[in-house]
Each structure stands twice: as structure tokens, then as C-alpha cells.
């Protein structure tokens, strides 16, 4: 029953960027991690500052999606592995950049109370096959 509950809220956690949908899915406490980010490992502490941050990046694009979604179980009943592409569209270039991505999300009782986000180190400089 946990595993199923914390399997759902990944699910819906990648059906949508928007904010306002993930909200409720994101523990007060949660960390967000980045460690290879362009500018440096990031690491946001708490809901509130995540989603500001959130809502910072998304006001620069266009669109952005998730797609090839593949959540691995652990036999951890709160830890995921997820492999996933987005595709986002910048809304001053109107370019469209596709990533792979892979996340590790630690979820309590339904929320995400930890994220750690990992992609190739030139992802953000082009598009990824």
C-alpha cells in the first residue's frame, strides 16, 4: 500500500510541470538537489523556495514536457529511481532542447521530500538525441 501511494505520487509528479499541480506533491522540508547544474551544484531547501525557483525558470519558456517516462522501485518503498526525456521550448529563442534526465526521489507518505536531478554536463548547451 505505501509503495503504490509514493509509486502514484511519482507519477503525477512528472504528468506536468506546473507549479501549481506539483505543489501538493512536495513536502514542507523538501530538498531539491542539482549537482551538475551550469553555474554549480544548487541545492534548494523547502517547498516554498523550490517552487519560486520553479516559477523563475518557467517564466523563460515556452513549453515544457515530459515523455519515456520509466520509474524504477527500489526495495526501498520510498525511493525511485526515474529515467525521462522533456523537451523544452525557450520562449526567446523558440528553440526546442530534448534531455534525458535521471532523478532520485525519496517519498514520505506522498510527498517528495528529497529530489536529485542528474543530467549530462552539456545538455543544457544543445539538444540531446
Given amino acids: 500500500m505505501l509503495r503504490e ?11 506536468s510541470f506546473d507549479t501549481s499541480r506539483r505543489r501538493p506533491l512536495w513536502a514542507d522540508d523538501a ?8 553555474g554549480g551544484p544548487v541545492t534548494i531547501h523547502g517547498r516554498e523556495a523550490i517552487l519560486r525557483e520553479s516559477d523563475e525558470w518557467f517564466e523563460t519558456v515556452a513549453s515544457h514536457d515530459y515523455f519515456d517516462l520509466a520509474i524504477h522501485a527500489t526495495l526501498d518503498p520510498e ?3 526515474v529515467s525521462v526525456r ?4 525557450d520562449k526567446a529563442s523558440q528553440k ?9 526521489l525519496r ?5 517528495v521530500v528529497h529530489r ?8 543544457l548547451s544543445g539538444s540531446v538525441p
Avoid: C, H
Avoid at 509514493?6 to 512528472?14: A, G
Avoid at 530538498?31 to 551550469?38: I, K, Q, R, T
Avoid at 522533456?86 to 521550448?89: A, C, K, Q, R
Avoid at 536529485?116 to 554536463?121: A, K, N, S, T, V
Fill in 5 to 15: 501511494r509514493n509509486l502514484e505520487t511519482v507519477r503525477r509528479f512528472f504528468e
Fill in 31 to 38: 530538498v531539491f538537489e542539482m549537482p551538475f547544474d551550469p
Fill in 79 to 81: 525511493v525511485f529511481w
Fill in 86 to 89: 522533456s523537451v523544452t521550448v
Fill in 96 to 104: 526546442p532542447r530534448t534531455m534525458q534526465l535521471v532523478n532520485y
Fill in 107 to 111: 517519498v514520505v507518505d506522498g510527498k
Fill in 116 to 123: 536529485i536531478e542528474y543530467f549530462g554536463p552539456n545538455a
